[in-house]
């Protein structure tokens, strides 16, 4: 016999058997969902008119959701920016700047994938587009194999963290609850320091790579540098200033309120198509120009329906998870825990990090977060109430501190095998003497720099919070003025008091007042702030 506390396990568990077997997963969700629901109605959990719910929330939450509009232009934007050759320019100028120093290559690696971070907003074109440039050059410098295919993956997940990030987009639609939900332009300003800080720790890496072992990152030879003076101002300018007017079009215009998500993604859109136009000489003439075009829409079509069609089976089987209180099973799992926060963030993010050996980064945010929102509301907000947060702040800013710690922590599922999309991307573009096990092992190092960084953002909440509106604290003590009116005449022989209670915060007095002594009169004002 089947209870209903047993019923959201067992969802679970066909869902990992449904994933196991092979079956696309968009599809597995829906077929577990509607699978489980018809049982549940046949034993009596909820009706056939529940299962209503499902296209509802589709239509209501998916099909007229106008923030996921901004997942095909962001898309677009990266897929034409990838084959416009931008990032071809600033490495060069880079690698001519920065050359002559141990690990100069390294350096260049970091810096330019976290500008193309901010303008593309995807791992897949930041890894191939990084990896056709520098691997070539990194070989024929001599640089150490495993040292090279780590950082090119690396650096290219770093668009997973770094503002306009598409991953912190669908995160901002799927972290909502009842009374709170993190917006796309809270995200943003969560989630600059923490970047900032794991180029940091790249960077930091390979400075101390060069000085352990200074022979797996050689200088450039100087005879190599062509590039000196005035001249290579000019070439790392031509390449720095496009690409800061569309960092402004696209993050300026969110932050500043002038736009919002959507909007921005459009405007840059246009900006890279324009921009890609306007470098249609060094890509061959506008035939190529317009070919690059026609290519960056087919792969969006099929990055967009791949996101759509997941949405709409993680809809589906949410629905019927919550409707035999799936909800309340999550909450149970986590909320007596010993140890308090620090415990949850620990378990919840061991457990992320195995479930991405198996599931990419679209599956995990679809189908947990939804589940782990509310209960990571409800036992953050008190951490950063006492951080000076007002509750209602306190709620918005616990979604988005707990969002950018499964986005740092979710750049591991693009690094580690056997689905870790990075390495397939590196390992598809990279010639035939690179290793695979070179590719593979690495990776481990830079994995390890990633769970560093998640660490850092668990117990650091600041880090997340600075910018973030802390709102209007309540002031703990109230102000009352007494007012006092004596009368010489006796009063009344009455068990009552004379006292009229004034509260001007629009709610009832909290408790009964004293009563009133019996030789005065008085008329109590209460002011709370």
Avoid: C
């Amino acid at each position: 016999m089947i209870t209903l506390e047993m019923m959201p396990l067992l969802m679970f568990a066909g869902l990992v058997l449904f994933m196991l077997v092979g079956f696309p997963v968009a599809f597995s969700l829906m077929a577990v969902g509607l699978f489980f629901g018809f049982i549940s109605i046949e034993m009596g959990f909820f009706t056939l008119s529940f299962l209503q719910a499902i296209p509802q929330r589709i239509f209501g939450s998916v099909i007229a959701n106008e923030l996921l509009l901004a997942i095909p232009f962001f898309t677009f934007m990266g897929a034409v920016l990838e084959r416009s050759r931008l990032a071809e320019d600033m490495l060069d100028s880079m690698g001519q700047l920065f050359g002559r120093v141990h690990g100069g290559l390294g350096y260049s690696v970091i810096l330019v994938s976290f500008v193309l971070g901010a303008i593309t907003g995807t791992v897949a074109a930041q890894v191939i587009a990084m990896a056709m440039i520098s691997l070539p050059v990194m070989m024929r410098y001599g640089y150490n194999m495993r040292y090279t295919t780590g950082v090119l993956a690396a650096s290219g997940t770093i668009a997973q963290i770094v503002p306009p990030s598409l991953v912190l987009i669908i995160l901002a639609d799927q972290l909502k609850t009842p009374t709170a939900s993190a917006d796309v332009g809270t995200m943003y300003l969560g989630a600059w320091i923490p970047a900032m800080m794991q180029i940091g720790l790249f960077m930091g890496y390979t400075f101390l790579l060069t000085r352990i072992r200074p022979d797996w990152l050689p200088p450039i030879p100087e005879k190599e540098i062509t590039l000196k003076g005035t001249a290579l101002l000019k070439k790392a300018l031509l390449g720095i200033i496009p690409t800061a007017v569309l960092i402004f079009l696209v993050l300026g215009t969110i932050m500043l309120g002038i736009a919002t998500p959507t909007e921005s993604g459009a405007m840059g859109a246009m900006g890279a198509v324009l921009l890609a136009y306007w470098r249609r000489k060094q890509l061959g003439g506008t035939a190529i120009w317009w070919s690059l075009i026609k290519q960056a829409y087919k792969n969006t079509a099929r990055i967009t329906s791949m996101v759509i069609f997941i949405l709409i089976g993680a809809t589906t089987f949410s629905v019927v998870f919550q409707g035999v209180d799936g909800g309340h099973w999550v909450e149970s799992l986590f909320s007596d825990l010993p140890g308090g926060w620090m415990s949850f963030l620990i378990i919840v993010n061991l457990f992320i990090f195995f479930l991405a050996f198996f599931l990419d980064f679209f599956e995990i945010v679809f189908i947990l977060v939804p589940l782990l929102a509310p209960v990571a509301q409800k036992i953050l907000t008190p951490v950063l109430v006492s951080m000076g947060f007002s509750e209602p702040a306190a709620a918005t800013a616990a979604l988005v501190w707990f969002g950018i710690i499964l986005s740092v922590n979710i750049q591991t599922s693009f690094m580690h095998p056997p689905f870790g999309f990075a390495l397939f991307y590196l390992r598809g573009v990279a010639p035939k003497e690179v290793k695979s096990s070179d590719i593979y092992w690495g990776a481990v190092p830079w994995v390890g720099l990633q769970m560093l960084m998640t660490v850092i953002v668990m117990f650091s909440p600041g880090l997340v919070t600075t910018f973030l509106d802390k709102g209007k604290a309540p002031v703990e003590q109230s102000q009352e003025i007494n007012f006092q009116m004596e009368s010489s005449s006796k009063p009344a022989a009455s068990s009552g008091s004379n006292e009229l209670p004034f509260s001007l915060d629009g709610q009832a007095p909290a408790k009964p007042p004293e009563p009133a002594k019996k030789d005065s009169n008085e008329l109590n004002f209460q002011l709370d702030k």
